[in-house]
């Protein structure tokens, strides 16, 4: 009788202990699995809000170095730099700096667009530099600055230019991007 009762009652709490023990592995399990929906939930907002910040500030940088390789084209790079009384050396040196100053005001904007479309915007800037270099006087001659934009036009005439280029590749980018 008393057998009996042990029985009954070691089978009892082997029961209230297979079914806690269920139900603590089912308990656990469902908080784990509700805890995950939570997280990528939170991820889910904090990428969405993350995506309101940034896409903006990607479509300024393509506008921005859009507008800096427009500024950098012989035709607006004389436009805007020459001044009444310069002579050619001078022009040369202000086109330069131009160029330099717009390229570091602008050198942040890397952050938004691809390695590659950086590349381009740079061997635009380079190309340009150089080419303005490349334009010498012979010695004791002086240059006026017309001739020296009349000579900057030849030497870019019928070449491929980098700076439409890295337009195109910023724009295809930008397309595909957005």
């Known amino acids: 009788m008393i ?9 009892a709490v082997a ?7 269920y139900n603590n592995k ?9 805890q995950k929906k939570t997280l990528l939930e939170i991820q ?6 993350t995506r309101k910040i940034v896409t903006p500030l990607q479509i300024q940088a393509y506008e921005r170095l859009v507008l800096f390789l427009e500024r950098m084209t012989p035709n607006n790079l004389v436009l805007r730099c020459y001044q009444a009384g310069m002579d ?6 202000v086109m330069i700096r131009n160029i330099r100053d717009e390229f570091e005001h602008n050198l942040s904007q890397q952050l ?10 740079k061997n635009a800037k380079e190309d340009m530099i150089n080419t303005i270099n490349s334009i010498q ?17 030849e030497l870019l005439a019928g070449r491929e230019s980098q700076i439409e280029l ?3 590749y910023l724009k295809d980018e930008m397309q595909k991007k957005f």
């Open 3 to 11: 057998l009996t009762y042990i029985i009954i009652g070691v089978v």
């Open 15 to 21: 029961a209230i202990f297979l079914f806690g023990y």
């Open 26 to 34: 089912t308990t656990r399990e469902f908080i784990m699995n509700e």
């Open 44 to 49: 889910k907002i904090q990428e969405s809000e």
């Open 88 to 93: 050619a050396q001078l022009l040369k040196d």
């Open 112 to 121: 938004y667009i691809s390695s590659q479309a950086w590349i381009y915007i």
């Open 137 to 153: 006087t012979k010695e004791g001659e002086t240059m006026s600055p017309t001739a020296f934009a009349g000579r900057l036009f």
């Open 166 to 168: 890295a337009q195109d």
